[in-house]
């Protein structure tokens, strides 16, 4: 976007910024208990309005400089104005429709970066099992192979203990998205690796299923929990990309302020995709293996996953807040 901000305007905001600076100098030095109640309500205040501020900025390509300042005293600030709140299904719900489709837009090229490599392997493991069949036997085992061989899904058992397996399955999509978003600490090989095991796992499925006629069952069974389950993944790879980017890449920040911002920034991004995993672990359960119309379950699907994209991508309108 072209120029847009006045040096008028600037300036005055630039004192408030300078305010927000100097009460965290004063919380870093002694902590909190160096700022009186006042300070405290003060700080909060200057959060919000910074934040206001940022989105402005942001909109304005000559004014980096002053957005990557603000954006780092807001870094400091989020843990101190957010310690002290009491979590609530209001607050979490506000968090959810106010601030994290802004929160995901802002990592949109992380989640870019872990859609293509997720890609990249997906087709790698799909152009390798067709050329050597034998190569699934490997990478998912014999007893898979030989129920495909049957034609038969090897789903069916969840449809008899299904609240059971609603359970294991949600702990098993947490535990995969929040190793991938962990990977990031190991300067985002980890997380690599994992988007590289499920992309491969996913393409190999997919093609031993369409050798063996399979496809329809396999897809139409991934469709409705896929439609959040996946994007999850996705964006727990973003995630990891960002903790590692800021390991790898701490510019002017010193490196540990580097690693506590982007930590504080991926922790917000992959904290969303929590209730995408427990809806998508309930349709896994109970709705993705029944015996439902096939045109049902992709419709299912394919209304959910508009609905994400509407939810993390819809216009995010910036309104600048004065004191």
């Not at 300042?69 to 002290?84: D, E, F």
């Not at 994992?194 to 399979?214: D, E, K, T």
């Not at 359960?285 to 045109?295: E, R």
Request: glycine share 8%; proline share 5%.
């Amino acid at each position: 976007m072209a120029h847009i901000l006045s040096n008028q305007w600037i300036r005055k905001r630039r004192p408030h910024w300078e305010r927000l600076a100097n009460l965290l100098a004063q919380s870093d030095q002694g902590g909190l208990g160096q700022l009186s109640r006042a300070e405290l309500q003060e700080l909060a205040l200057l959060y919000r309005q910074a934040a206001a501020d940022l989105s402005v900025l942001r909109r304005d390509a000559t004014a980096r400089t002053y957005a990557d300042h603000v954006n780092q005293l807001l870094a400091r600030a989020h843990p101190i104005v957010y310690s002290g709140r009491k979590a609530s299904l209001r607050t979490l719900l506000r968090f959810l429709r106010d601030e994290y489709p802004a929160i995901f837009q802002e990592n949109l090229p992380y989640v870019v970066a872990s859609l293509l490599i997720s890609v990249a392997w997906g087709l790698f493991g799909a152009v390798l099992t067709s050329a050597r069949p034998e190569f699934m036997r490997h990478f998912i085992g014999p007893q898979m192979v030989a129920t495909m061989e049957r034609h038969e899904m090897w789903t069916r058992s969840v449809v008899s203990m299904a609240p059971m397996a609603s359970s294991q399955i949600m702990t098993n999509n947490l535990t995969v998205s929040f190793v991938t978003f962990a990977g990031g600490i190991l300067f985002g090989i980890g997380t690599f690796y994992y988007l590289y095991v499920n992309g491969m796992m996913l393409g190999v499925i997919g093609a031993a299923c369409h050798q063996y006629g399979m496809s329809v069952a396999l897809w139409s069974f991934v469709a409705p929990h896929g439609s959040l389950e996946l994007p999850s993944i996705l964006i727990a790879g973003a995630a990891g990309f960002r903790l590692g980017h800021a390991m790898l890449f701490p510019g002017s920040l010193r490196w540990r302020d580097s690693v506590a911002r982007g930590g504080i920034q991926a922790t917000r991004l992959v904290s969303g995709i929590i209730p995408m995993l427990i809806v998508a672990g309930t349709l896994e359960g109970f709705f993705s293996p029944s015996h439902a119309p096939v045109w049902l379950k992709f419709t299912v699907g394919g209304l959910l996953f508009a609905l994400l994209l509407l939810w993390l991508l819809r216009p995010i309108k910036p309104v600048a807040t004065e004191p």
